[in-house]
């Protein structure tokens, strides 16, 4: 069993309070929200937008929409990262899902 | 009328040539052996998988399975540039669809 203290440290999921956006199935406009008010309310400097495989369409739209449409020129992407995570399937398989973040940060 | 030749200049389709893979709904496989040939038969220093919308993800996986599984080490991801397009769609509404480049080198 993987100590709880190591599971909270590393665990990508805990990040979310950390500036971190995962994208998902929710409706579209519920992120670009999220988005917006860490910059915002939360007066972030850096958010980060993350997403695996097909979800990964939905990230750049979100980045896009957020940084465009939303803080036009208050913030632009900085950086843009994929990866792919390889790991087994409950079938067996050995699967790959590929993984993409995005990072806005204000322009100062 | 746009004259021919900015036409030729400009237009992203043209690059296709140019070590320019743009990804569809073909079989998964056809892209990444696109890939790998520009890099290998046609010994191409880079080339640049592009893609809009919902293919944004099948393009990170085409880069992710070509660098990783078929060209480990000799190749890499220098580059990646998400952009987005607005156009009026034929029922006359606005619609944005964002556009993803990766840009694959060889190791030097």
Redesign the interface.
Known sequence: MIPLSTTTQFDDRSKMNDNSIFIGGKPFMNYVTGVVMQFTTKNADDVIIKAR?????RA??V???AA??FLDNAVA?KD?????EGFRSNEGRDV?V?T?E?TLSKNR
Chains 1, 2 share one sequence.
């Open positions: 495989g097909k979800f990964i369409s750049v739209d980045a896009e929409v465009k449409r992407i843009i990262k994929v990866d792919s790959r590929s993409i995005i």
